[in-house]
């Protein structure tokens, strides 16, 4: 199984970008996927959640409306659509996959054990 996140680069504050996940040898409609992101010195968070199956979907407070997961069963993908980027929002973004969760929501990075490699978002003047 493997992941594939890409879709980051320089922007600026204001901004957008949509960020791609890709998976292989896993149809991510049956996994559990989320976006999590990491600044530099920072702990690694959680962004945004979409379940398997029914395609639920829970946001970090940061988030405020301005993210917005998605899931395109067709092309095995799920996305994470970026708005209103704040310098705040640099860092490297992550997808992980999960088949099953612990808690009701699934924006805790330790439940997660397929891991993409991370695209880097700087947000940035």
């Known amino acids: 199984l493997q992941l594939q996140a890409s879709g980051g680069g320089l922007v600026q504050p204001g901004g957008s970008l949509r960020l791609s996940c890709a998976a292989s040898?896993?149809?991510?409609?049956?996994?559990?996927v989320a976006w999590f992101r990491q600044a530099p010195g920072k702990k690694r968070e959680g962004v945004a959640w979409i379940s398997a199956g029914d395609g639920r979907t829970y946001y970090s407070t940061f988030v405020k409306g301005r993210f917005s997961i998605s899931r395109d069963g067709a092309k095995n993908m799920v996305y994470l659509q970026l708005n209103s980027l704040t310098v705040e929002d640099t860092a490297v973004y992550y997808c992980a996959m999960v088949e099953f969760l612990v808690t009701a929501q699934g924006l805790d990075p330790d439940q997660y054990n397929h891991w993409g490699q991370g695209t880097q978002v700087t947000v940035s003047s």
């Open positions: 040898g896993a149809t991510l409609q049956h996994w559990n």
